[in-house]
């Protein structure tokens, strides 16, 4: 099994900062892609940021200049950097993996508990 463990999530003024980590630990043989994902009230989750084992990395429109995602392959670790923050990004964030974990099938994906963001006007 693999377990995701977010942190770095609160409250903050618009204008302001957080970044968000994810640690990814468990049976991982190899992890392809990291995400974050955010889910806002009577909203569906939408894809913020992902990023593949090779770097290449994608946003949202909405996050673009705003948000970096980051990732530190070494230690099975992603991270979102949020700038400039606004009340519409006020969600709870998950963060996801697909991970090879030595069990047949492939790739599997894998959530973390979500981290509650509030950005307050």
């Known amino acids: 099994q693999v377990q995701l463990v977010e942190s770095g999530g609160g409250l903050v003024q618009a204008g302001g900062s957080l970044r968000l980590s994810c640690v990814a630990s468990g049976s991982i043989l190899i992890i392809n892609s990291m995400a974050w994902y955010r889910q806002a009230p009577g909203k569906e989750r939408e894809l913020v940021a992902s990023t593949n084992r090779g770097g290449f990395t994608n946003y949202v429109d909405s996050v673009k200049g705003r948000f970096t995602l980051s990732r530190d392959n070494a230690k099975n670790t992603v991270y979102l950097q949020m700038d400039s923050l606004k009340p519409e990004d006020t969600a709870v964030y998950y963060c996801?993996?697909?991970?090879?974990?030595?069990?047949?099938?492939?790739?599997?994906?894998?959530w973390g508990q979500g981290t509650q963001v509030t950005v307050s006007s």
């Open positions: 996801n993996a697909e991970v090879v974990d030595g069990r047949p099938g492939g790739f599997r994906d894998y």
